[in-house]
């Protein structure tokens, strides 16, 4: 679902937004000073993914409060991940202290307590944030109510955080089937509710579904540094291992509980970016692509793409060039 308000005209575009936007999908209260709302822009995305609802929202700014009233007709009963992308955001009006949230930034809570938030640059409001509904939480525990809105301060956490979030919003966003691409969703999810809750006190690092959560975003990470370095010909368990700050033994532990060894996932991303590259540029050199993806020699690489695909990697890029 995305939705902008260039679909609206001008002189309505902020109360529609404040009255059918912001109550009716959010439930909070917006407000604009009159003689600003002219001017007034916003635009969101909304995906549903893994049994959570990740909104990406950019807007201009005003300011927002999410009252006893709008919680009591709009009750959410989610816990939130909020990701700051623009240049900064503020928090008041609850029962802990004001605080402010950097670009880049995290900070969680739960949907039904108070607070009162607004940009603090010029640029307005960009945000993603996902909420993650309460009986979908396999860890209960009262005090995940009790969660007013403070930033992430676990510099450990914040970065399986982060990778985890990235890859929920590419998740399904590739060839994969529905339904794996679904498991992967339902996992990250999960993983990024438990990482909130252990940097709030109500998981425990070493219990099962802590463990659990570390283990799939340290995953996470390991293929994204995977991806990163695919050109380097190099690129080894020692090398991920070092990145990630862990042993080679824990690196293969984590693959142990993935679908594909490491590397078996490093052969695969490499074979799957020249693809891309056949496909996408196809005056380039296939000895050219070969390198490029890390294969060490063109040999090693038709071999390797003939046994993956049934056919050399010219042919892939003639059907390629028909259509097929």
């Known amino acids: 679902m995305y939705w902008c308000t260039n679909e609206v005209e001008p002189q309505d575009r902020f109360d529609y937004w404040r009255e059918v936007r912001a109550k009716g999908l959010f439930g909070v209260t917006a407000e604009l000073e009159r003689e600003r709302r002219a001017d007034f822009f916003g635009e969101f995305s909304l995906r549903q993914l893994g049994g959570a609802g990740l909104v990406e929202l950019k807007a ?63 640029g307005g409001f960009h945000l993603r944030i996902l909420k993650i509904p309460m009986n979908s939480i396999p860890a209960q525990d009262k005090r995940m109510r009790e969660l007013s809105p403070r930033t992430f301060n676990d510099a450990a956490l914040a970065p399986l955080l982060a990778t985890c979030l990235a890859d929920l ?34 998981v425990r690092p070493g219990s099962r579904r802590g463990q659990a959560a570390l283990r799939t975003a340290r995953l996470s990470q390991a293929r994204r540094l995977i991806a990163r370095h695919l050109q380097d010909p190099h690129l080894a368990p020692t090398m991920v291992a070092d990145l990630l700050g862990i042993s080679v033994r824990h690196l293969h532990m984590l693959f142990e509980t993935a679908e594909k060894s490491f590397s078996q996932t490093v052969t695969d991303e490499r074979l799957k970016q020249s693809r891309r590259l056949l496909r996408d540029t196809p005056e380039r050199l296939i000895a050219d692509i070969a390198s490029a993806c890390g294969f060490e020699s063109l040999a090693t690489y038709y071999r390797v793409f003939n046994a993956a695909y049934g056919m050399a990697p010219g042919d892939f890029r003639a059907k390629a060039s028909d259509g097929h």
């Open 60 to 122: 201009s700014p005003y300011a927002v409060e999410r009252s006893a009233s709008d919680i009591a007709n709009a009750p959410g009963d989610a816990i939130c991940v909020y990701q700051q992308l623009g240049s900064g955001g503020w928090f008041g009006g609850m029962r802990t202290s004001d605080f402010s949230i950097a670009s880049g930034s995290f900070a969680t809570s739960h949907t039904d307590l108070p607070y009162r938030t607004a940009p603090l640059g010029a």
């Open 169 to 202: 919003g590419e998740a399904g966003a590739d060839d994969a089937a529905a339904d794996a691409a679904s498991v992967v969703q339902t996992s990250l999810v999960q993983a990024l509710a438990h990482l909130a809750l252990i940097e709030r006190g109500i």
